[in-house]
């Protein structure tokens, strides 16, 4: 999933997120120290395994239920190129409606990952590029919102490994959502997704934000 900074300076930091874990790291100020990467790992069950794990900030305002209004289905299955509408909520008093394609996975170049400084940690990794589409369909202006929770997928259904970026990465930008960002209004967005060689492929992508996760008691949405 693209962890998105507002800040719009160069590069300062990533993370490498192990398949499994749900972390987010929220907006910044613009004023923050670099941050050296870090691997986060979760316990059994999909929880956090340390304080490095951010929780969700999707856990208040008007979120609906998963299904509700014409909303995409818990564990619903989709071609790449289809539209999910899916209940959004970030923060407090963020909740709307947002409908969500999965465009491509594009494969990238392992060289990619050299400016993002992670050294062993990606050696051998070939990195792919899940492009996305988010259209606001509600009510609600969602300037400054971020669609994270999106991961590549192996054919298999097993979900890849994935790199949080904090700052610019221009192979794969993953803005937040900018100010005015009301009824009608679109933005391309795009996450990071490795796979361990050039022998095994990155095919697909889920997006399991809030109502689509265990937490929630749902399943990720799946484009294939």
Known sequence: MSTISMRKSTLVAVAVAV????ALTGCKNGNEDPVP?????????????????AASPSTGGSEASAGAAGTAKSGQAFKLGETATVPFDYGSNKGGTI???V???????PADLDSLNLGDKVKGMVPYYVRYT?????????SYSTVGHIKGL?????EAQGVSVIGKFEKCKGDSLPKGFTNGQTQE?????????????????QYWGSPYN????????TWK
């Open 189 to 205: 967005g795009c996450a990071i997704a490795l796979a361990p060689s050039a022998q095994t492929k990155v095919s697909g992508a």
């Open 99 to 101: 409908a969500l394609t």
């Open 134 to 142: 988010v259209k606001n369909v509600g009510t609600t202006d969602l």
């Open 154 to 158: 192996f054919p298999d259904g097993t």
């Open 37 to 53: 990467a870090q691997p986060t790992t979760s316990a059994p069950g999909g929880a956090p395994a340390s304080p490095s794990a």
């Open 103 to 109: 465009t491509t996975v594009e494969q990238g170049n």
């Open 19 to 22: 398949a499994g874990t749900m």
């Open 214 to 221: 265990s937490l929630s008691k749902g399943n990720p949405l």
